[in-house]
């Protein structure tokens, strides 16, 4: 079997969206049905049920899939035993955010092109919430997260940096920040707070340990979504500070002096255990952790 269409069922077993995996994988939705045709006609059996608004696996569909890994890691590992013992080729996929690309992974990507340049890096950025769901559902190898409050067992986790929780208001709307007395009123206050994710839940938990009932303006995907929607004066949003740091519309916004102090994130480079197994993982934790010094 094509080692492409492998990896393209691969993919759309871990996202179970085909739309997604188009998107990821740089081919049309059409295409991706089509080669799911031919793997069902090839096998003889149904690997997808599908209609129109979900997709799942059939039994058959996900013995296929730990087939479809199996053939992908000795297809790595026979690449590599073919290469030059300095001479690592394939490819790895990463997942993060966009301020992980502009803050992170500067120096560690540079040095990994030159010391392994046959090694292509698949990079797909999104919402640094969805980062830990991704690996654990194998559509990444590598991600930068933030550090959740239990450690995974499965997970391999490199500290890379430290950054507080902020609450952030608009500069030009200064009455977006309701007032009793002197503090804050947080139950009269307009939030605008993320879909899912460890700042959700800090400030979910601050709010439950106070007795707070939030008013909630929005549930965006993104932190970039949050200082946006700050900004334009719906409410007050949670953010880490490097990603405001980092951040066009960084002057739109304001941090609250007077607001709670939650648990800063720690941010770093995670991988599956399993992977450090993998030559070109382990070559590239070593790079980051050589570049980064940490």
């Not at 990896?7 to 991706?32: D, E, V």
């Not at 986790?157 to 200064?174: G, Q, R, S, W, Y």
């Not at 334009?232 to 066009?248: A, E, F, R, T």
């Not at 995670?270 to 030559?279: E, G, I, L, Q």
């Amino acid at each position: 079997m094509d080692i492409h269409v492998l990896k393209l069922y691969k993919h759309l077993a871990a996202s179970l969206h085909f739309g997604r995996t188009s998107r990821a994988c740089n081919i049309t939705p059409s295409a991706l049905t089509r080669a799911v045709q031919r793997l069902e006609a090839e096998l003889g059996e149904r690997l997808l049920v599908r209609d129109n608004r979900s997709v799942g696996l059939t039994p058959a569909g996900e013995l296929f899939r730990k087939y479809a890994d199996d053939v992908l890691l000795r297809w790595d590992e026979l690449q590599n035993d073919l290469a030059r013992d300095d001479e690592l080729r394939g490819e790895i996929s990463l997942y993060c955010s966009v301020t992980a690309v502009f803050s992170i992974l500067p120096g560690i990507l540079s040095r990994f092109r030159k010391d392994y340049p046959r090694v292509h890096i698949n990079l797909s950025t999104g919402d640094a919430a969805r980062a830990l769901t991704k690996l654990f559902n194998n559509e990444a190898d590598l991600t930068i997260a933030a550090l959740p409050e239990k450690l995974p067992p499965q997970l391999e986790f490199m500290k890379t940096i430290e950054t507080p929780l902020v609450f952030i208001a608009p500069v030009d709307f200064k009455d977006t920040v309701v007032y009793s007395g002197k503090e804050i009123d947080w139950r009269q206050t307009p939030i605008v707070m993320a879909e899912q994710g460890l700042s959700r839940e800090r400030i979910e938990r601050w709010f439950r340990e106070n007795n707070i009932l939030p008013k909630i303006y929005a549930q965006v995907a993104g932190n970039e979504a949050i200082i946006a929607m700050v900004s334009l004066g719906c409410g007050v949003g949670i953010v880490p500070k490097l990603v405001l740091d980092k951040s066009p519309l960084k002057a739109k916004v304001e941090i609250l002096a007077q607001a709670p102090q939650l648990t800063p994130f720690t941010i770093g480079v995670c991988t599956v255990k399993k992977n450090m197994s993998n030559p070109k993982i382990k070559a590239f934790w070593e790079v980051a952790l050589r570049e980064g010094r940490w």
